[in-house]
């Protein structure tokens, strides 16, 4: 089984500021994937960054940052400078490569406010 | 350009009808999705197919059905027997021979039970 808990169902932040989304995971496979996800309004899915179990580095992405801390199974989205257009809804997911092999497990998202 | 196209994106249904929400898409993926999203909450998986001819039961199937034809389609069947099937359904693709491969979603189809 695996499972994503993320503990802030909502943050601000004042435009041009940086902003740190939590999550944390749990999950039996030896081996995974972590993900984040933003959704506007418009309800779309967007992939922002990945990070693999055993990737030596944290990962990023322009802007975006991931903040993988193994031992204890957290994987925190980093906004820096953040800017209006970042106002959506943020989801963290996982995908084992064993036993949860093509299942990907979605938290329940933070939704982000961007203040002028 | 390639992508995924789910519609409708809106749909009304009577207590008691079966609807089909279409998703097609033209990535060339082999792994298709379907999830459920009710409102502020994340994604639940209801089916998923790594392959055609082939699909899995995800975490919330009862009262759902899907079929795999074609590689590039994989329709879902909200049934009569589904109690609560007011929400955004959301169907997402993905490489199958990219374990680290990203989801790729379609805009959504917003179902409202009358």
């Known amino acids: 089984a695996q499972k994503i808990t993320q503990t802030q169902p909502g943050m601000f932040v004042q435009e041009k500021e940086a902003v740190t989304l939590d999550c944390t995971y749990d999950t039996s496979d030896p081996s995974y994937g972590l993900f984040w996800y933003k959704q506007p309004s418009s309800g779309e899915m967007i992939f922002l960054i990945y990070q693999g179990s055993y990737d030596q580095q944290n990962a990023t992405e322009g802007r975006y940052s991931l903040n993988f801390q193994k031992a204890r199974k957290s994987a925190n989205l980093v906004i820096s400078a953040s800017q209006l257009g970042d106002s959506a809804m943020y989801f963290c997911?996982?995908?084992?490569?064993?036993?949860?092999?093509?299942?990907?497990?979605f938290g329940d998202g933070t939704t982000l406010t961007v203040k002028p | 350009d390639g992508g995924i196209t789910q519609s409708p994106k809106y749909l009304f249904r009577k207590e008691g009808q079966n609807v089909t929400l279409s998703c097609e898409q033209n990535?060339?993926?082999?792994?298709m999705y379907w999830y459920r999203q009710d409102p502020g909450q994340g994604l639940r998986l209801i089916y998923y197919s790594q392959i055609v001819n082939d699909f899995q039961k995800g975490d919330i199937a009862e009262g759902y059905s899907v079929s795999r034809e074609k590689k590039e389609s994989f329709p879902l069947t909200v049934t009569s027997a589904q109690k609560n099937p007011t929400a955004f359904y959301l169907c997402?693709?993905?490489?199958?021979?990219?374990?680290?491969?990203?989801?790729?979603f379609g805009e959504g189809s917003r179902l409202t039970v009358l």
């Open positions: 997402a693709s993905s490489a199958r021979d990219r374990d680290t491969g990203e989801l790729f």
């Open positions: 997911a996982m995908r084992g490569f064993r036993t949860n092999a093509g299942k990907s497990t």
């Open positions: 990535l060339n993926h082999d792994a």
